[in-house]
Every structure is written in C-alpha cells, then in structure tokens.
C-alpha cells in the first residue's frame, strides 16, 4: 500500500538542475515541502569539475517549480555541510521524512592515466556523500512516522563499462550501501532504495559523457536524441521526470526497502 506523502519534508542533495531539480518536483508535485541542497547554491568556487556547476538561472528554474521548494548550500564531502543543511531544512519546515542522496559527478578515462585526486573526488562525492548526509539527518529520520532514503546510483552501478572504472565503482558502491542501509534501518521503519537512471540528457551525459563535435546544446541535444533512438530498445532517452516520479514511487511504497530500481529504457535488463 502507498503511503501519502502530502505535507512530508524533502531534502534532495544535487537538486538544483537535472534530475535532482525534476526529483524536487516530482516530489512537490506529491504534496512534499522540498529543501533543494546543491553545492551550486551561494557557491564561491565552482572548483575543478569537468562541467559547470547549476547556476543561478538553473536554481531560479528549479525553484519556480512550488511555492514548497526552498534552497540551501550543501558540500556532500563535508560533515559539516551536510549537518548545516539538514539543520537548515528543519529549521524551515520544522521535520524532514525524506533524503534523497542525488548529488553526484562525473569523470572517465583510461586507468592507466587516471587521475587520483579525480578518483578520490568521485567517491567523496557519490558514495561517502551517502553515509554522510545519512549519518547527518538519521536522528530526524527516526522521528519520522513513514521515513525513507532514496540514493541515485547508476545503471553504470550495475555493469561495468570501459573507461569508467572510478565511476562504475562510485556507483556500485552506492547500491551496496544503500542495500546495507536497508537491512540496517528496517527495525526502525526506514526504507533506503536506489534509483539506477539510464541515459539521460542532462550536463553529465550532454557537456562530458556524449562523443559529439556539436558546437551548440541544440546540435549536442539532437545528437544525443538520435543516438538513444537507436540504442534504447524503447527508442528514448530517459527523462529527469521519468526519475523523479521513481523517486516518488520509492517514497511512498511501504513494504519496498533494498531496491535499485533501473529505470533505462530496457537497456539494461537484470
């Protein structure tokens, strides 16, 4: 049976643009007042990314989506940060019932030249910023009368491919940890689920994933829709909406805990 999540309190990390802004969406959509945490949000320093970071026009979009989504700073590397920003969701919604670890990036190349740092930056990021956001909001988590975590893994969390070893291993990391978390938190009725997106054309897969010589986000755009035409056994790419209203399936699904549910178009079946 699902449960309602009308008047609940959502925290997506890496939610302003993307998937993360489509989960803040979807999510409101359902009723939940959203706390949008994205390092792009009153950043200083993009830092040393291989895509740019959301922007104020990205957030702006992603807030005009509710009068219930607000926004906050969170570095997902940092303890600190991620206390800060649960501290601040409680502060303005006065409880939080769902987490929605979305926060993640990108980097591929050969192992033999691979960066470290890239390497170490990717794990802080997508797996460690799991286990810290958690450990930040568990406490508000067990409070809660129908709590639930939600981690953005990867089809990449499930099959490995050429030149993305660091990435690949982020992921499937993730779905580890979301399994262990799902055993761990049962008793205390918190469900932790996984989404495992396919090809989806946000910057991730647009400005670094796609091999394309396009000069502009129109030509990279219609590239990518024809190239996932012939590639998804659906013939689509996957939408950040096709991700968000998993993420709101997995929140209301009472007796569903453990899962990385893949929603890829049949291009990866298991």
Not at 48 to 73: C, G, K, V
Not at 86 to 109: C, M, Y
Request: aromatic share 6%; hydrophobic share 45%.
């Amino acid at each position: 049976m699902a449960v309602s999540i009308n008047d609940s309190v959502a925290l997506v990390t890496g939610g302003a643009r993307g998937i993360g802004a489509a989960i803040a969406g979807c999510l409101a959509d359902a009723g939940a007042k959203v706390m949008i945490a994205d390092i792009g949000v009153d950043a200083q320093d993009s830092g040393d990314w291989r895509y740019a970071l959301a922007d104020e026009a990205d957030l702006d979009e992603a807030l005009a989506q509710s009068d219930h989504i607000s926004a906050t700073h969170v570095d997902v590397t940092s303890p600190q940060s991620c206390a800060a920003a649960v501290a601040a969701t409680v502060a303005e919604f006065g409880r939080l019932d769902i987490l929605v670890n979305n926060a993640g990036v990108v980097d591929s190349g050969s192992v033999a030249d691979f960066d470290p740092e890239s390497w170490d930056r990717i794990f802080a990021v997508n797996a460690k910023g799991i286990f810290l956001m958690t450990q930040a909001v568990l406490p508000h988590l067990q409070a809660a009368a129908n709590a639930s975590i939600v981690n953005t893994a990867s089809i990449a969390g499930k099959r490995g491919y050429p030149n993305m070893s660091a990435y690949c291993g982020s992921k499937f990391a993730a779905i580890g940890i979301t399994q262990s978390l799902a055993a761990e938190l049962a008793p205390t009725n918190i469900r932790v689920n996984a989404i495992c997106p396919g090809m989806v054309g946000t910057a991730m897969w647009l400005d670094h994933l796609l091999p394309t010589e396009a000069s502009s986000a129109a030509q990279r755009n219609e590239e990518f829709e024809a190239r996932m035409e012939s590639t998804i056994p659906l013939g689509r790419a996957q939408t950040t909406r096709d991700m968000g209203e998993a993420v709101v399936y997995l929140a209301t699904a009472e007796n569903v805990t453990g899962v990385a549910l893949t929603i890829a178009g049949g291009f990866e079946v298991n």
